[in-house]
């Protein structure tokens, strides 16, 4: 405990270390520990949600010690904690990982409403989108840029987000966006701007997205 609440570069490894503590009785003191860590130095957000990302790979046997370990932090004051574990939790993980992830992530977004957080989510979602599949990459996107969007400025920082994804986060995501603005227009029209959308339509190809 002490070492790992010191300024010291070791709590990466301390907590890699700890990753692999399994034992139930165990675990949970561990979680307590990374919990107390980060309410008392949310700048050590890092190897903390390194920790989490490798006790999700551990599959449904973490779940009784690493859904209420994580559900808490979702409720912390610290934006930087919240919006360094949004990206974990949005990635597609294993197979092993999945459902937790995904169970997680709806915590997440049934209460996050702050657009920091809610950016690193759309990223990490855009970014993990090959592995996702387009149905889940689909249904996220929208979810949480309809969140965004609703924020103080975040229709701005919306547009702005999906255009940089789309030229340089992944390939083919413009023509993604395209498309699903192209099959249900009035599930999208108020979440990309115009200028965004034209960006979006020349980034595809040149393809309109009917009006």
Do not use: M
């Not at 890699?16 to 990374?34: F, K, M, S, W």
């Not at 790979?57 to 904690?81: C, N």
């Not at 709806?106 to 809610?118: I, K």
């Amino acid at each position: 405990r002490t070492r790992l609440h010191a300024p010291d570069p070791a709590a990466d490894a301390i907590l890699c270390c700890l990753a692999d503590v399994t034992t139930p009785a165990l675990a949970r003191r561990v979680a307590t520990l990374v919990h107390d860590l980060l309410e008392a130095r949310p700048e050590a957000a890092a190897p903390a949600v390194a920790y989490i990302d490798r006790r999700l790979e551990h599959g449904p046997d973490a779940r009784p010690v690493l859904f209420p370990l994580v559900a808490g932090l979702l409720h912390s004051r610290h934006v930087q904690l919240r919006a360094a574990l949004a990206p974990v939790l949005a990635a597609p993980g294993t197979d092993a990982s999945r459902a937790l992830r995904g169970e997680l992530l709806d915590v997440l977004l049934s209460q996050e409403r702050d657009a920091a957080v809610l950016e690193s989510v759309l990223r990490a979602v855009v970014l993990g989108a090959a592995e996702s599949g387009e149905d889940r990459t689909r249904a996220l996107v929208h979810r949480t840029a309809l969140l965004l969007v609703r924020t103080p400025e975040g229709a701005s920082r919306c547009d702005r987000c999906l255009v940089e994804l789309a030229r340089g986060g992944r390939p083919d995501f413009a023509a993604l966006l395209v498309g699903w603005l192209t099959e249900a227009p009035q599930d999208w029209a108020a979440l990309i701007g115009p200028s965004a959308l034209r960006v979006l339509e020349n980034l595809a190809g040149g393809v309109s997205v009917p009006a």
